[in-house]
Every structure is written in structure tokens, then in C-alpha cells.
């Protein structure tokens, strides 16, 4: 059988249904199932992303089937709207929309009334008796084919300021000014049939080739539009950003145009089945009156709130649909409300009004913030519409990361200078210097600066500069305008509608509320409350104890997952921060950190030094009950719960890196000649310190620093053991290579720790085990495996070591590796799986084959990274550990790990 390339719906029947994502892209996938739900949708077709495919690999052309599979399709549409396409007495006009998989916010083209032609016009009067409606209609057909069709999809690039939107858009101001007026709405029908020859004219000169005047011209050419602006330059640098990949292609949706400007009973809206924004669950939209939906899209217009509910002290003065038209909004809300069911999630709408007859465009999954996305993930969870695996499945680790985001401190706000106030777009606050293009904002952005960018209305070239940008602040548009979604896609701070600015792009300056506001400026934006201020106001991190939801979210997660979660943290604070955040143990507690007060640096320093092994010990016995009153605080501040406590691990030499001053004054405190200290220095320098003498080599060159480390551990123990604190350390030897490295080690932990039990009288529990983090652990893991009582992976040097990349060196070079692809990620960040993953894999393997209770973590970098956490999850690791901040990032991912590896 031939492969089907076109796919009807309509009169509640379609050949296609909402599964069908990757071959009708998501917007024609949900027209099929919507038509299917018996939801009004205009009829119409969609045409196959495996066109688009085949239409990018044969040179612009369609597959052979593809014309008759379309013509039959538009009979079927003739039939059952009862008029013809391209007949003079009753014509059929359609609209042709592009539609991938995924949903590119205004990246790619549509055109609209096709099939307005100087020969169905006169009917088309004729049948509305409506003539100003026709020439509208005629007027925006010609200049969305131009710029789509004749322009971007011909590959012609205009210089600055002669696109050819631009010139018919002049063209039309030059005619709202001739008229007087300063609406479109303003002007006639015969204006506009004007307009529309001068237009043609335009486009004749501009563009040397004149505007079709046929049907079936228009319909091709919009089609082919579509498919070329897959490959367009917006649409691919969106995709670079959004990791979308190219053989996708999109899909063409052609549909019969339904008007929401035939009069003051008609109307044109978008809306949320809850609020994108916040996540309540209330129905949430705009609309227009007597309009056509890229009015309300584009921000030209400023839309009405769709609902009472919906309505702020902004919008207070503006009529709801459900005021204006009572009877089509209970229906339209019926219908939200039948959407949001039949899919369980959050959906996003767009409905037009056609002479008191509801018309449902679109349906999709609405994209919606952090906040947002966590609220619905638990409601939808507690009201029974998800199951928890779906809930945690809602929150991307991206978008809870969007709630640990800063927000503008409400003490500064109080006494700052407002400048004015906008649309609450995106939520959080943010702080930066203004630009105005896109291209100042990345370039910018790229030197680190942190910059707002601000616009009359932001437009799909600007994306590289909002993505660069802490937060995007526009004069025009409305809570669907392009600025709002794509801010809300990527959780970033964004104000739009902020008309009392008056931007001059050319002076780059803002003139606002008696200020004037110059690039390189500081504005701080309010973007949950829609506020911007004058000048840099400091930021507050969020509280998320006390946010319901998040913790609602985090307790579900936590049934999910089923790999531990703990947090590498060395101080006290930081413990105590990370059980806040779900902590349920410390993975590594690095102990090199706590010999840098300027007390112990000395005693450090003097055991660096040391002849002998006596001098050695007198100094290290110094160190003991500092470290013994570190071991006390963290172990206490993590009572119940594990700490595993790292031994010594840097090389000697980072202790005494010292200038000629710190030789001088370290050499008197001593009582030694400089010339000894700076030969010790000299004696200590390696050329490879990395792989040079550290790690348990220090603790086998130098056991009194072993004896000291465990002595403290285990006296802090034995004394809150004695208070009735219950306590769980667990003794770490990192760098290990070899099973008789660890054994030796192994063997003066224990001795240690049982004299001090003993001296003590007092039972503590505690473990040894080991980092593994050099190959030849991993090989060797099972000769390891049968000595330790547990394996934490130090991925950071597991990775130095097996690609052989240097970890302080590996930043002059990596970034040559990413552009050139040769590797896909940073692997310090994100584990490599296929090299790296092979060795851990190793390790749990052979370590378990002797052992199988050994406990087995992962401390490196890749323990809050969520690819990498699917990875330990896969590996049978019991938990992984990581910053206390990404500890809630930790929890999500781990839970989507044992949901999607089920
Ligand atoms: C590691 O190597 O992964 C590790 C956790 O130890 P450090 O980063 O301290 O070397
Ligand atoms: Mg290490």
C-alpha cells in the first residue's frame, strides 16, 4: 500500500488521533483527537511530517500520492461546510498552519484566507455582505504570504528596514494617517481595497514577482512555506536551544478558516485550563471582541481577562467574555474543562467566535513555569486525575530549580523607586543593566554581565538575546504574547505589557514616569508581582519550607525513588542545610577543609615540616581536638543519620604554599631557619600532583595523620554516644588502587577506634570503606569489595583518571572538545556514561559479587546531575550524594529515574 502523507478531520471524525504526535506534529495530532471528542473544530487536513522529510530530501518536492491524497481531503471539507475552494459564488477559505512534535512558541509560519483571489472576492462579498471584511481579510492574506511565502521561505534577505512586513506595514500607517486615524478599524473598505492594490505593487517592486491570484497558487506556496521554515534560521536556532533534532520535521495543518472578527458577535481568545503562571486551578485566558487571533497573540491589542476570576486590578475595567457572551463562555468553559479531563494534564487553548458559533482551534499540553508546574503536579495528584509516578514526571529537574531561584527582597521593594507596572509574565525576581537588542544581550550575557532586555514586543529573532538575559521586560503584549511564552518556557523572569515605557531604540533610552532610563543601566524586575524598579535591589532566596506544594512534591518523590538521597557538606550549617533539604545523610565530608583557620594551619604546617616521627606526632596531636570538635558538631547536626568522613586527601603541598612574608613569620613561630622551610616547600613540589602523593599515599607515608582522623572521629562518637545522640560515622579512605592500600589503612582505622571504645567503655558503630575513584579499583573491586564495609564512586577523579584529563587543566581544552562534538557534555558534569559508567558498572558489579549488602554511593560532581543520577539509579548504586542546594534537584531526578527505568 502507498504511505498516506495527508490525514482528514471534521464533522467529529478524523483518521488521526492524539498518539499520533511525531507523524502529525502536536498541533494536528490534538485537531484529529479533539474532532474525535465531538469538540467543534473547523474541518480541515493534516499533511505528514514524513512529507517535510521527503520534501527536505528531494530537492522541494512532494511525494507523487500527495496531490490526490489533498484534493480529496478538500472535497471532504466542501462537503461538509456546504462551499467550494476557489469558487466565485461561494468560496471555501483556508488557513495553513505549520506543527511539529514539539511546540516551537512562534517559531514557525503561518498563512491565513487563503484563497481570496479577484475571483471568489465578489462572492465572498457578496455571501457575508461585508465588504470591509473582505478587503481586511484580502490585506492581511497578502502580507502574511509576502513575508512567509515570498520572502522568508524564497531565501530572500532584505536589507535592514526593507522587509517587506515592514514596507506593507508603512504602507498601512501612511493610509491610517491619510484617513485620519489611528485604528485599523478605522479604515474603509474602500481604503482597504486600496491598500490592497498598493500592496501588490509593493510587492511587485520589492520582490519582483507579483502576489498569486490563484487559489490553489496560494495553497502550495503556503504549504512549501511551512516545510522551508523548518529549515528557517529562527526555527533551527530554537532547536539548537531546545535540543530539538532536525529529522523531526514539522507537520502542515490545513484548516477552514473560521473569522473572529465578522462582528461584534464575534470574538477570538487563547486560554489555560489552569493559570500558567501560578498553577491555580482556575480557567485562565483573554480575548478579543470583533478580532483575529494573531491580534491577541501578536500584543497588538491589549486582550480583555476571558473571566471574572481572571480579572486584576489592571484589567479591573475591561469585560470578560463570560460577561459579554454568557452563553458561549459556559460552553467554552464546558469544553476547557471536557480538554483538561481527556488528557490529565494542563491545557493549552485557542477558540474563535464566528457569528455566535464556538469554534475550538487548538489544544496542546500548556507550557507553564516551576511554580506552576509543581502546584498542578500535586493538585492533579491529591484530586486522583495523576497517579504519583505521573506527578513527578510533571516537574522537569530544570523547572524545580525555578523555586530555589532568588526573588526581590520585599524590605527593598518597599523603599525602591517603581518606574512602572506590567504583566506578572514570568515569576521571580531579577536584577540587571539594560539593553535593547538581542544581540547586545548575548554578547553581553557572554562576558558574564547580567542584563534585562527590553523591548516594545519581543519577536522569534529575539530569542538568542532573551536567553541570554536574567530577565526580559517588553511595552507591549499580553500574558500569551511571544516575550510571555518563551520567558515562561525557560522560568525566567519577564514583565510584558509595560506601557508607560517609551523605549527609543535609536537614543537607547527609556523614558518612563518622569525617568530616563539609559543603557548600561540598572532596573530590578518584580516579575511575580509585575513591577519594575529603578536601580540594582537586593535579591532573597526563596523559603521553601514553608511552600505546601513543594513539600507535597518532595514527599511524593520520595515514595517514588529508590535511590538514597545524601549531600557532600563539611561544616555543621551546611549539614544542617541539607537535611532542610532532604538530606538523609552525609556522602562526604571532606576533611582538608577544616585545617585552614589560622590555628590549625600552624600545626599543620609544623607536621608538614617535621624531621621526625615524634615531631610529627606532637604536631598532629594538636590538630586532634579541633578536628575531634569539628567530628562533634556534624555528627550531632546529623544525628540518626550516616556521615561518612573522609581522610586526608590534597597533596601536602597545598597546605604551604606561602610567600617570602608567611616563610619569614612561619620560620620564627617555629623557631627553624627559613632555608629548612623553603626546603621542605622544595621537596614537596610535584610535578604531577594530581597523581602525585595524596590520597591514602599520605596516609601510608605518614599513618600518625590516620591514627589522628580517627582518633577524633571516633572520640566524637563515643561522646555523643555517652549523651544518647545516636550517631552513624562512617570512616572513608579515598584514593585507593590497590585491596593492601586499604587493608593497611584499614587496619589503623580499627586499631584506633577499638582502643578508644575501650578506653571509653562505649559501643559506636561505625564502618570502613573507601572512595573508588582510580581504574584500577573498579578492576579490582572485588578483592576491595571483600575487606570494605562500603564503595562511595568519586566520579570527579574516576573520570580525571580514565580519560586522562587533568581536572584543573581540562578547562583550556574541553570547550574545543563540545564545539567540535567531540564529546557530547563536559564529562565533569555529566557522567560519561558509555566510558566512564563502564568502570562504576564494574565495580558495583565485582564489589557486590563478593558482598552483596555493600553499600555503594557516588560523591563526584555527577551525584546532583539527573542524567547522570538515572545512570546510578540503572547501576544498582543504594544513593547518591551531592551539594545540599541540589539536594531537591537530587530527590525529582531520582524519582523520574525509578519511574522511567521501571
Ligand atoms: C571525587 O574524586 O569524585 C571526589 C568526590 O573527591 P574529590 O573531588 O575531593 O577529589
Ligand atoms: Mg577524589
Redo the contacts with the bound molecule.
Keep these: 500500500m502507498e504511505k498516506k502523507y495527508v490525514y482528514f478531520f471534521g464533522a467529529g471524525k478524523a483518521e488521526g488521533a492524539a498518539q499520533m504526535k511525531n507523524l502529525l506534529g502536536g498541533k494536528g495530532a490534538n485537531l484529529a483527537e479533539m474532532t474525535n471528542l465531538g469538540i467543534p473544530v473547523p474541518p480541515g487536513f493534516t499533511i505528514t511530517t514524513e512529507a517535510c522529510t521527503y520534501y527536505d530530501q528531494n530537492d522541494r518536492t512532494y511525494p507523487s500520492s500527495l496531490e490526490n491524497e489533498l484534493m480529496n481531503c478538500i472535497k471532504n471539507v466542501e462537503e461538509i461546510m456546504g462551499t467550494k475552494f476557489n469558487d466565485p459564488v461561494d468560496p471555501l477559505l483556508l488557513s495553513v498552519r505549520s506543527g511539529a512534535r514539539q511546540s516551537m512558541p512562534g517559531m514557525m509560519e503561518t498563512v491565513l484566507n487563503i484563497g481570496l483571489t479577484s475571483n471568489t472576492i465578489p462572492g465572498m462579498i457578496k455571501k457575508t455582505n461585508d465588504e470591509r471584511f473582505v478587503y481586511d481579510a484580502y490585506r492581511r492574506l497578502i502580507t502574511m504570504y509576502a513575508d512567509v511565502v515570498m520572502e522568508k521561505a524564497a531565501g530572500v534577505e532584505p536589507e535592514e528596514g526593507k522587509e517587506i512586513r515592514g514596507l506593507l506595514e508603512a504602507a498601512m500607517d501612511e493610509a491610517k494617517e491619510k484617513r485620519g486615524v489611528e485604528l485599523d478599524t478605522g479604515l474603509t473598505a474602500a481604503d482597504l481595497k486600496q491598500l490592497s492594490e498598493r500592496f501588490k505593487e509593493i510587492i511587485q517592486n520589492q520582490l519582483g514577482k507579483p502576489f498569486p491570484d490563484d487559489s490553489y497558487e496560494q495553497l502550495w506556496g503556503g504549504i512549501g512555506a511551512v516545510f522551508q521554515s523548518w529549515n528557517g534560521k529562527r526555527a533551527v536556532s530554537y532547536r539548537r536551544i531546545e535540543n530539538i533534532p532536525a529529522e523531526w520535521g514539522t507537520a502542515v495543518n490545513v484548516q477552514t478558516m473560521v473569522f473572529g472578527n465578522m462582528g461584534d458577535d464575534s470574538a477570538t481568545g487563547v486560554g489555560f485550563t489552569r493559570n500558567p503562571a501560578t498553577g491555580e486551578n482556575v480557567f485562565f485566558g483573554e480575548w478579543l471582541a470583533n478580532a483575529q487571533g494573531e491580534d491577541v497573540v501578536a500584543g497588538i491589542r491589549t486582550p480583555n481577562p476571558i473571566n471574572e476570576l481572571g480579572k486584576t486590578e489592571d484589567t479591573a475595567h475591561l469585560k470578560s467574555l463570560e460577561e459579554m457572551m454568557p452563553e458561549l463562555y459556559k460552553q467554552l468553559d464546558e469544553i476547557q474543562i471536557n480538554l483538561e479531563t481527556h488528557y490529565s494534564d494542563m491545557q493549552d487553548i485557542e477558540f474563535t467566535i464566528q457569528q455566535g458559533r464556538l469554534w475550538m482551534l487548538q489544544t496542546r499540553v500548556g507550557k507553564r513555569n516551576g511554580p506552576a508546574a509543581v502546584t498542578m503536579a500535586v493538585d492533579m495528584c491529591e484530586s486522583g486525575m495523576i497517579d504519583k509516578e505521573t506527578a513527578v514526571m510533571r516537574v522537569k529537574p530544570a523547572q524545580l530549580d525555578e523555586l530555589l531561584h532568588p526573588m526581590v527582597d520585599p524590605e527593598g521593594e518597599k523603599i525602591a523607586v517603581e518606574l512602572a507596572k506590567g504583566l506578572p509574565a514570568g515569576p521571580g525576581g531579577a536584577a540587571g543593566q539594560v539593553v535593547f537588542t538581542a544581540d547586545e544581550a548575548e554578547a553581553l550575557g557572554e562576558q558574564g554581565k547580567k542584563v534585562v532586555l527590553v523591548r516594545n514586543e519581543t519577536s522569534p529573532e529575539d530569542v538568542h538575546g532573551m536567553h541570554a538575559a536574567v530577565a526580559i521586560l517588553t511595552a507591549k503584549g499580553g500574558m500569551t504574547s511571544h516575550a510571555a511564552l518563551v520567558a515562561r518556557g525557560w522560568g525566567k523572569c519577564c514583565i510584558v505589557g509595560c506601557s508607560a515605557l517609551q523605549i527609543n531604540v535609536l537614543k537607547k533610552e527609556i523614558h518612563v514616569s518622569g525617568h530616563v532610563i539609559k543603557e548600561g543601566d540598572w532596573i530590578t524586575l518584580n516579575g511575580t508581582k509585575g513591577r519594575v524598579y529603578k536601580d540594582q535591589l537586593p535579591l532573597i532566596e526563596p523559603d521553601l519550607e514553608s511552600n505546601d506544594k513543594y513539600l507535597k512534591l518532595m514527599e511524593i518523590a520520595d515514595q517514588v525513588r529508590k535511590l538514597g538521597i545524601r549531600a557532600n557538606a563539611d561544616r555543621p550549617e551546611d549539614a544542617q542545610k541539607a537535611r532542610t533539604f532532604g538530606a538523609e545523610g552525609i556522602g ?1 565530608c ?1 576533611t582538608e577543609h577544616m585545617f585552614f583557620d589560622p590555628e590549625r594551619i600552624k600545626a599543620m604546617r609544623e607536621m608538614i615540616l617535621a624531621e621526625t616521627v615524634d615531631e610529627r606526632r606532637q604536631a598532629i596531636m594538636k590538630l586532634l581536638p579541633f578536628q575531634r570538635q569539628d567530628f562533634y558538631e556534624l555528627l550531632e547536626a546529623m544525628h540518626d543519620l550516616p556521615v561518612t568522613i573522609r581522610l586526608l ?1 590534597p597533596p601536602l603541598h597545598e597546605f604551604v604554599t606561602l610567600t617570602e612574608d608567611q616563610i619569614r613569620n612561619l620560620a620564627r613561630d617555629l623557631d627553624v631557619p627559613e632555608e629548612k622551610i623553603k626546603n621542605r616547600i622544595d621537596s614537596l613540589h610535584e610535578l604531577n600532583p594530581m597523581l602525585g602523593h595524596r590520597g591514602c599515599r599520605l596516609g601510608i607515608t605518614y599513618p600518625e595523620i590516620t591514627e589522628m582522623q580517627a582518633r577524633a572521629i571516633i572520640e566524637a562518637a563515643a561522646m555523643l554516644t555517652e549523651k544518647g545522640v545516636n550517631v552513624h560515622p562512617e570512616i572513608m579512605i579515598p584514593l585507593i588502587s590497590s585491596v593492601n592500600e586499604y587493608k593497611h589503612q584499614e587496619q589503623i582505622v580499627r586499631k584506633v577506634a577499638e582502643e578508644v571504645l575501650k578506653e571509653k567503655n562505649v559501643t559506636v558503630k561505625y564502618l570502613v570503606g573507601t ?1 573508588v ?1 582510580i581504574p584500577r579499583a573498579c578492576l579490582t573491586a572485588d578483592r576491595i569489595g571483600a575487606e570494605a564495609e562500603f564503595f562511595s564512586f ?5 573520570t580525571q583518571t580514565t580519560f586522562g584529563f587533568s581536572r584543573d587543566d581540562a578547562g583550556g581544552f574541553l570547550p574545543d572538545y563540545l564545539s567540535e562534538k567531540i564529546l557530547p557534555e563536559d564529562p565533569f558534569q555529566s557522567l560519561d556514561q558509555i566510558g566512564v559508567g563502564q568502570l562504576v558498572q564494574m565495580g558495583v558489579d565485582k564489589g557486590r559479587s563478593v558482598n552483596p549488602n555493600l553499600k555503594i554511593g557516588i ?2 560532581e555527577h551525584g546532583g546531575d539527573p542524567s547522570s543520577i538515572d545512570f546510578c539509579h540503572r547501576a544498582g548504586l543504594n544513593y547518591v550524594s551531592c551539594s545540599p542546594f541540589r539536594v531537591p534537584i537530587a530527590r525529582l531526578a531520582a524519582a523520574h529515574a525509578a519511574v522511567v527505568n521501571k
Excluded: S, V
Design positions: 562526604l571532606r586527601d572512595m575513584e568519586g566520579t570527579n577523579d574516576l560523591c563526584g
